[in-house]
């Protein structure tokens, strides 16, 4: 069975920054890609990046590639999203999302993810 727990989210001001966690297993998979989303109130999630478990090989959208890191922990099943320079439109519900590899298709997504965790709120204020 897959699990997929965030956590780290909260209430911070513009400017300020957060680090988002997601521990995960992952023991039915070889090789994967684990993705960061994002789900702003009344809007589709957002793809915000993602890391190739394998190669360490990043992704990040363009909105956030200046301001957002996606890394892994060296031996635990632990993703992280180090968010600087928050800005209000930053503000959602961010999700991780596990891909596996074999199926070949988009990290960017969201459909292509068929494991995911419950979220951690983010709210940037202004």
């Known amino acids: 069975q897959v699990q997929l727990v965030e956590s780290g989210g909260g209430l911070v001001q513009a400017g300020a920054s957060l680090r988002l966690s997601c521990e995960f297993s992952?023991?039915?998979?070889?090789?994967?890609?684990m993705g960061w989303f994002r789900r702003a109130f009344g809007k589709e999630r957002e793809f915000v990046g993602a890391?190739?478990?394998?190669?360490?090989?990043?992704y990040h959208t363009d909105s956030v590639k200046d301001r957002f890191t996606i890394s892994r922990h060296n031996t635990k099943n632990m993703m992280y999203l180090q968010m600087n320079s928050l800005k209000p439109e930053d503000t959602a519900v961010y999700h991780c999302?596990?891909?596996?590899?074999?199926?070949?298709?988009?990290?960017?997504?969201?459909?292509?993810?068929?494991?995911w965790g419950r979220g951690t709120q983010v709210t940037v204020s202004s």
């Open positions: 890391i190739s478990w394998s190669s360490n090989s990043t």
């Open positions: 999302a596990l891909r596996p590899d074999s199926s070949g298709l988009s990290i960017s997504n969201p459909n292509n993810y068929p494991h």
């Open positions: 992952a023991r039915a998979f070889s090789s994967y890609t």
